[in-house]
């Protein structure tokens, strides 16, 4: 009996186990067999909403847009050039002041000059007297050297001492020395009247009333107030762009305003007058230079060593489009949006690009509606729409005249709204 029932406890532990495996296949298959079928769905495309301008052709002034630094176009430290007592300045003669060109800056005492005109004016009516006396002594001479027998064999030496010529000469150069003499007295009595030859702008002042001032002696330090110059670095590529002064025609016209000025609203008008002849060797950059007329005049005066922004005004370009420069993706990829509100990849041909905008010469058509804001991963095709509050999404002249068209329609309506107000209001 042992057997028998360890036979069947064995049979159960193999059959078991298959009833339960065999079981579950087929209840599985029946499940798979009798469940409801899934009806896939299509995906809804994607939509990005972006801002959108319309391009047209349209004609553009190219400007150069750089930095410089403003430095003055001459600058003099002023030095004496006779010794003397410093007695009297110009009563502008302060840092910021100008002094007018021949105005007396300072006035160095005369005295001993004054002195030593008198003296040179005497010593000159001296030897113009001994020369006149010397002219009676050839007269005696000649006739003499006249009366001498056989006057022909005297040597040329003889003859000159007998006629007084070495006499002659030394008094002729005692006088014209006299006369330099004279003349120098005189130019240092000048001197003692310090003046420049330009409307100068007083930067600082080195002297005070009474001192003692020689040839090497500051004064102070000047710069010419009539004219300052703007020391500017471009790119080499974009020196084609800025008209020189060659062959007698005028440099750029430039507009100069504040860098980083508290309201921008200060604005100096300047022109490009030189290049200078050497590329930075840091930057590569081609440096030009901008000079500045009256710049200390008007509401704000240009300030020497300021830092200043500048646009320098280039050629006109005729039938071009201008578009804005972040619309510009790898370099000359721009997106458009077709009448299905789908984007569509254009490649461009830019004659000119700054920070701001780019000068596109081919790649787009008059009415591409142009695509402004960043699209994330952009691909051909892609459905897009316009940013609600856009209106049309197209800045052009056509949305420009609709919105105001639907602007006077608004007022209509709110006219008409008032007067149904005002007859309400009667009625009750």
């Known amino acids: 009996m042992n057997k028998t029932t360890n036979v069947i406890i064995w049979l159960l532990r193999i059959i078991l186990p298959c009833l339960v495996v065999f079981g579950a296949v087929q209840l599985f298959k029946y499940m798979q067999a009798t469940?409801?079928?899934?009806?896939?769905?299509?995906?809804?495309?994607?939509?990005?909403?972006?801002?959108?301008?319309?391009?047209?052709?349209?004609?553009?002034?190219?400007?150069?847009?750089?930095?410089?630094?403003?430095?003055?176009?001459?600058?003099?430290?002023?030095?004496?050039?006779?010794?003397?007592?410093?007695?009297?300045?110009?009563?502008?003669?302060?840092?910021?002041?100008?002094?007018?060109?021949?105005?007396?800056?300072?006035?160095?005492?005369?005295?001993?000059?004054?002195?030593?005109?008198?003296?040179?004016?005497?010593?000159?009516?001296?030897?113009?007297?001994?020369?006149?006396?010397?002219?009676?002594?050839?007269?005696?001479?000649?006739?003499?050297?006249?009366?001498?027998?056989?006057?022909?064999?005297?040597?040329?030496?003889?003859?000159?001492?007998?006629?007084?010529?070495?006499?002659?000469?030394?008094?002729?150069?005692?006088?014209a020395s006299a006369k330099t003499n004279l003349e120098q007295v005189r130019l240092d009595l000048q001197r003692t009247s310090v003046t420049l030859p330009f409307d100068a702008l007083v930067i600082s002042r080195a002297i005070s009333v009474g001192s003692q001032v020689n040839t090497q002696s500051e004064l102070g330090f000047f710069v010419d107030a009539a004219k300052f110059r703007v020391e500017v670095t471009i790119p080499f590529d974009q020196l084609d762009w800025v008209r020189l002064p060659l062959n007698g025609n005028s440099g750029s016209p430039v507009e100069i305003r504040p860098s980083g000025g508290s309201n921008g609203s200060a604005l100096w008008q300047g022109v490009v007058t030189g290049l200078v002849p050497e590329i930075e060797s840091l930057g590569r950059m081609a440096q030009i230079l901008i000079d500045v007329k009256n710049p200390l005049q008007g509401d704000v005066p240009l300030l020497l060593n300021s830092f200043v922004s500048v646009a320098i005004a280039s050629r006109e370009l005729k039938d071009v489009f201008i578009i804005p420069s972040p619309a510009v993706h790898n370099g000359d990829t721009v997106y458009v949006m077709n009448a299905e509100s789908r984007v569509v990849f254009k490649k461009i041909i830019a004659i000119w690009r700054d920070k701001?905008?780019?000068?596109?010469?081919?790649?787009?058509?008059?009415?591409?509606?142009?695509?402004?804001?960043?699209?994330?991963?952009?691909?051909?095709?892609?459905?897009?729409?316009?940013?609600?509050?856009?209106?049309?999404?197209?800045?052009?002249?056509?949305?420009?005249?609709?919105?105001?068209?639907?602007?006077?329609?608004?007022?209509?309506?709110?006219?008409?709204?008032?007067?149904?107000?005002?007859?309400?209001?009667?009625?009750?």
């Not at 021949?102 to 040179?120: F, Q, S, T």
């Not at 608004?410 to 149904?420: A, D, F, K, N, Y």
């Open 356 to 428: 701001e905008w780019l000068v596109v010469e081919s790649g787009l058509k008059p009415g591409d509606t142009l695509i402004t804001s960043d699209v994330p991963s952009a691909v051909p095709n892609m459905k897009v729409e316009l940013i609600e509050g856009q209106g049309s999404g197209v800045r052009s002249q056509e949305s420009g005249v609709r919105s105001q068209e639907s602007g006077v329609r608004s007022q209509e309506s709110g006219v008409r709204s008032q007067e149904s107000g005002v007859r309400s209001q009667e009625d009750e």
């Open 35 to 175: 469940a409801p079928e899934q009806k896939r769905k299509r995906p809804q495309e994607r939509k990005v909403f972006v801002e959108a301008e319309q391009v047209n052709l349209q004609n553009k002034v190219v400007q150069v847009h750089a930095t410089g630094t403003v430095v003055p176009v001459e600058r003099v430290t002023l030095k004496a050039r006779v010794a003397g007592e410093a007695l009297k300045f110009h009563p502008k003669f302060e840092p910021g002041e100008v002094i007018k060109k021949g105005e007396v800056i300072v006035m160095i005492d005369r005295a001993d000059y004054l002195l030593e005109e008198k003296l040179a004016e005497s010593q000159l009516v001296q030897v113009e007297y001994e020369y006149k006396v010397e002219l009676g002594y050839q007269e005696v001479a000649r006739h003499e050297w006249e009366m001498i027998e056989d006057n022909e064999k005297a040597s040329e030496l003889e003859k000159d001492l007998s006629l007084r010529k070495p006499h002659l000469k030394r008094v002729e150069a005692a006088v």
